[in-house]
């Protein structure tokens, strides 16, 4: 596979991981891992920063780290080491790395300059750029957080290598969110890509080299830059995720949510795939969007994600989450970014409970 080192951050387009790392004083950098990306990906990263020395963190893998004790477990780590002003952390992982790290970073002495390195496929489409921090709290995803860009986002698609499949599917459902909001050159692209069942080496290093990886990047760092704080036009990255939420909560509370395919809950990504089907099911009752756009989504959903299985009384728990969601206005209707076409998101769609219940039998019947 080609690796290259491609370099998001416009304002530092010249920078080159080794030489900005090479100017920080002695005992200043920082590198944050997970348990899986200590053992995949540090090596990796250890190879091309060469002999400069570091301080290692490595917490536990999983979205349980991404807490409160974990973000003074980083705090303490710095301090220990004396972190000042002029330290970098380095986030090596995936969004739960980089949302902690990124946090840690953004409020240890007011804020220390931090560094992006995603390893997952979800992390460097979506979560290692466009600025948000956090962690989890109080049982709530990402209730604490903060709005700090990275001063840059490294991404290298050798990582991809070692992730496990259900993982890059993960990040690829996120990729066909991006393609339907944006661009249907891209949606075509990834359709097609989807449908020569490559291995899964093949599949991600075609990812690269077709550079839909690339593309789905931009898409985001696009939105994001006319809308940095999430103020209107960037709701439009929630496609999927109204009815998604409500299902990766569900499954995450021991909801009897039976998933093909699944004995733990299924990631992110899944949820918002089968998430898009309800929304793209709501797109053409509601708004007219082309019929062709839900088959072709369903046709990957069944080839790869698989069939969420839920009852009657289940769909109604979900419909109620959606009226949960912390994101809905006062007046409490769920809203939603529905599609008048591919490339053509409308947001603030508010949906009757009856026009949502009809999406949910579609999604759960096929
Ligand atoms: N900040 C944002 O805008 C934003 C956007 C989307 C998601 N997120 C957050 O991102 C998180 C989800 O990200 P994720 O899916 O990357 O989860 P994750 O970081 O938990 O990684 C998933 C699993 O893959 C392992 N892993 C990572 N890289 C690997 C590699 N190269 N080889 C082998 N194993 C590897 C991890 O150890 C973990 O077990 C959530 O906390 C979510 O809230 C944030
Ligand atoms: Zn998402």
């Not at 301090?79 to 840690?104: C, P, Q, S, W």
């Not at 969007?289 to 698989?306: A, H, S």
């Not at 998101?345 to 026009?355: A, F, Y």
Request: net charge negative; aromatic share 8%.
């Amino acid at each position: 596979m080609q690796t290259l080192l491609i370099i998001l951050n416009v304002e530092i387009m010249n920078f080159e991981l080794f030489s900005l790392l090479q100017d920080i004083p002695q005992g200043q950098l920082f590198v944050l891992t997970d348990s899986h990306t200590k053992e995949h990906c540090l090596p990796i990263f250890a190879d091309f920063i060469g002999e400069i020395p570091y301080h290692l963190l490595t917490l536990e893998a999983g979205e349980k780290s991404k807490n409160l004790s974990s973000v003074q477990v980083i705090w303490d780590f710095l301090l220990k080491h004396r972190a000042t002003r002029e330290a970098i952390l380095v986030n090596l992982g995936g969004g739960m790395i980089t949302d902690l790290g990124g946090f840690a970073a953004a409020t240890y002495m007011r804020g220390i300059r931090f560094v992006n390195i995603p390893t997952t496929l979800l992390a460097m489409v979506d979560a290692s750029s466009g600025g948000k921090t956090g962690f989890d709290y109080q049982g709530v995803k990402n209730m604490i957080g903060t709005f700090t860009p990275p001063m840059a986002t490294l991404i290298d698609p050798i990582f991809l290598r070692t992730l496990p499949a259900e993982e890059l599917l993960s990040g690829f459902a996120e990729m066909l969110k991006h393609a339907l909001i944006a661009s249907q050159e891209e949606w075509i692209k990834l359709l097609q890509l989807a449908q020569d069942e490559l291995p899964q080496a093949q599949f991600a290093e075609a990812l690269f080299t077709t550079g839909a990886l690339q593309a789905s990047i931009a898409i985001k760092e696009k939105v994001v830059a006319q809308d940095p704080r999430e103020a209107g036009l960037r709701h439009i990255l929630n496609f999927g995720h109204t009815v998604g939420h409500a299902i990766e909560s569900a499954a995450l509370e021991n909801f009897e949510l039976r998933i093909k395919n699944f004995e733990l809950s299924p990631s992110h990504g899944y949820c918002v795939l089968w998430g898009m089907v309800a929304e793209v099911y709501l797109s053409v009752v509601k708004l007219g969007c082309p019929r062709e756009v839900l088959q072709q989504l369903t046709q990957v959903m069944l080839q790869y994600y698989g069939r969420p299985q839920c009852n009657c009384r289940q769909r109604e728990q979900l419909i109620q989450r959606m009226y949960q969601d912390k994101k809905n206005s006062a007046n409490k209707t769920p809203n939603f970014t529905l599609l008048r076409a591919v490339g053509d998101p409308v947001i603030n769609q508010h949906l009757s409970e009856e026009d949502i219940n009809e999406a949910l039998e579609y999604l759960f019947s096929l």
